[in-house]
């Protein structure tokens, strides 16, 4: 627990266990109408003070969704919202999405619609557009764009200055049941400090935020891992505003949506004009570390990265460059070596990403880089982590170079070198893991390679955690794998990377 001193007033932030086996359902899960809390409410005790909280205090919640968790607070008071903004240090012009526990609390904050992209008006408040999309995706990652009635139940700081307010009914009972003991909806943004990861576990948001809020609900690791896809079905075509949780293709198949188009772009949006959505306008989901993300094979549009596909070896050669002041990178070159180094593998990299028994020649002399002392490290995350040591040593026993002959035809990393990306034989460890330096070797960095896995939802679920799991460690530098982002989740795993990295190599 912490205490933070904020308006005079002590804060002490607590983590509440909360057991999610029975938390209610919805009285027809074909209609969404309703939803109900369990006949046992012992289990639900936790969020009973937490709504209690969220009625009286201007001081958000902290809970999870099956996205990421959120930091949730009363979306019909504007002194309530702007604690969400002091908490985070958001900027107030970035929209906010709203949060339902059904469809009844969704129509009491929508005007009639009248005509809207092709659908005609109707008794009901919520445009046909969206209809397939409810009846498809809800409850879960998505998030629908919706006219803001005039005068608007909403706080103004909501929308921040939009005629358009995004909505969505969370795949969560825990959540669910949280926004009914409230009795409003609850506007709440991912529960980090702004620009930093989003958090897919309870200490993940206690990490950023404590002192800064009273209440973190734990209900346990996120299962998505990504936040929500965004749509504005109310223009023509409809636009894919954020790439979430649910794909565009998928989107495409609802009747009404096989024209969608992508409206949201892999960079910060910066400008004047206030953001359609949250995530278009700032930098986000980034770590302290340098990132420096490598675009997946296929999509690169060099030679050499193409026929890299299997590591980076030559990103190990440019931290020995910088220890030694030749080049200057990513201002690593006024560090103290031995630097830390964090490398996240997904489908293809080997292991340490190419970096072990990558070869060098310059002015006739033989170089090898070494990964030794290698081991596993603990972790409470699903993936795998271990650590090693980069050590620049002599060069390959005449053994270890028979059976790395078969690279002798590989694509040249760079034109001109003699560097390849060495892959050892049977991708295993190489021959010297128990590499032990000389008294000649360097030591250039301390190595920490978290692997993702190979399923796209896997990585999805880890992404966040790994780069908060290397922020924590200290590392000064993260070289990430990407993966193909035609479709799936993979183009929101792209999208949080590509605006997370400090560099993009093609």
């Not at 906010?96 to 092709?118: K, P, Y």
């Not at 296929?298 to 980076?312: L, Y």
């Not at 990513?330 to 990403?353: D, M, Q, Y």
Request: glycine share 8%; proline share 8%.
């Amino acid at each position: 627990m912490a205490l933070s001193q904020t308006n005079g007033n002590l804060l002490r932030t607590r983590i509440l266990p909360v057991n999610t086996n029975d938390l209610g359902n919805f009285t027809d899960r074909q209609t969404l109408e309703t939803w109900e809390l369990p006949a046992d409410q012992s289990s639900i005790e936790p969020l009973r003070e937490a709504a209690l909280h969220l009625r009286k205090s201007n001081t958000p919640v902290g809970f999870p969704t099956e996205t990421v968790y959120g930091l949730g607070a009363d979306a019909t008071r504007s002194d309530a919202v702007e604690g969400i903004y002091k908490a985070k240090g958001r900027p107030s012009d970035n929209p906010l999405i709203i949060h339902v526990c059904d469809l009844t609390m969704l129509r009491s904050l929508v005007e009639r619609s009248g005509q809207v992209n092709g659908n005609a008006e109707s008794t009901d408040p919520i445009p046909a557009i969206y209809k397939p999309l409810i009846k498809e995706f809800w409850p879960g990652p998505l998030t629908i764009l919706l006219p803001n009635p005039q005068p608007s139940k909403l706080a103004p700081e909501v929308t921040a200055g939009l005629p358009t307010f995004g909505a969505r009914m969370p795949d969560s009972p825990l959540a669910l049941s949280l926004i009914r003991l409230t009795g409003v909806p609850l506007a709440a943004p991912s529960a980090n400090a702004s620009t930093k990861p989003s958090p897919t576990t309870a200490e993940h948001v206690k990490h950023d935020l404590e002192g800064k809020i009273e209440i973190i609900l734990d209900g346990g690791a996120c299962q998505v891992g990504v936040e929500s896809t965004v749509v504005d079905g109310l223009c023509d075509p409809p636009v894919v505003l954020r790439p979430g949780g649910v794909s565009i293709d998928r989107i495409r198949e609802c009747e009404g949506w096989s024209d969608v188009v992508k409206g949201y772009k892999d960079h910060s949006e910066l400008g004047s004009n206030i953001p359609r959505a949250p995530g278009m306008k700032y930098k986000h989901y980034s770590p302290k570390a340098k990132v420096v993300l490598f675009e997946a094979a296929s999509q690169r549009d060099t030679q050499a990265g193409q026929g890299m596909k299997w590591g980076v070896p030559l990103e190990a050669w440019k931290l020995v460059k910088a220890k030694e002041k030749m080049i200057s990178y990513l201002g690593l070159e006024n560090s103290e070596w031995p630097i830390n180094v964090g490398i996240v593998t997904t489908k293809r990299w080997l292991p340490f990403a190419g970096f072990h028994l990558a070869k060098w020649s310059r002015n006739g002399n033989d170089g090898c880089l070494h990964v030794g002392r290698r081991e596993k490290l603990e972790t409470s995350n699903s993936f795998a982590m271990r650590g090693g040591e980069l050590w620049q040593g002599r060069a390959l026993p005449e053994a270890t170079q028979e059976t790395s002959n078969w690279w002798k035809d590989a694509p040249m990393a760079n034109p001109g070198s003699t560097a390849h990306p060495h892959r050892p034989p049977h991708q295993n460890e190489g021959t010297d893991v128990d590499y032990e330096p000389g008294y000649s070797d360097e030591h250039i960095a301390d190595l920490i390679e978290i692997s993702l896995g190979s399923k796209t939802t896997d990585i999805a679920h880890s992404l966040f955690s790994a780069l908060r799991e290397l922020d924590q460690r200290g590392v000064d530098i993260i070289y990430v794998e990407g993966i193909e982002d035609e479709a799936d989740i993979a183009a929101a795993v792209m999208n949080r990377l590509r605006k997370a990295a400090t560099v993009i190599e093609q």
